[in-house]
């Protein structure tokens, strides 16, 4: 299969090329990729116009290494503690029985007749912030 020249890629495809040519022409010994390179390469995955494999080809990338930095910036952080929810006012003749468990095991169980005291609700929420 014959190579792509610049005259057939893109030219932001072309210009990221140069720019990773460039870098590794002045580089010294096993200089870590910067960053702004990283990122180049990544915007252009994300536009959808290219695969990882043609961008990590074209810049001469490990392809395993594009890819977990492309999907790096795609991770989203989970929430390590469940979020408090609020108790809507409670109706004078109702009930309500709230038990909660915290990852290392504690448990908390609250009864609430009619409406729920305020300091109670700040206890729950209490329950939540302590240190595991």
Known sequence: MKPATSSTMDSAL???RQQFNEWRRTKTG???IPESLWQSAIDLFHT????LHKISK???LNHTDFKKQANKNLAVPQEQTPAFIELAPLVSDS???????????SKMRMFFRGKPDPNLIELGKSFWRKPA
């Open 14 to 16: 072309e210009e990221a």
């Open 30 to 32: 096993r200089e870590r």
């Open 48 to 51: 959808g116009e290219y695969s």
């Open 58 to 60: 074209t810049l001469k």
């Open 95 to 105: 009930e309500c029985v709230i038990e909660m468990e915290d990852v290392s095991g």
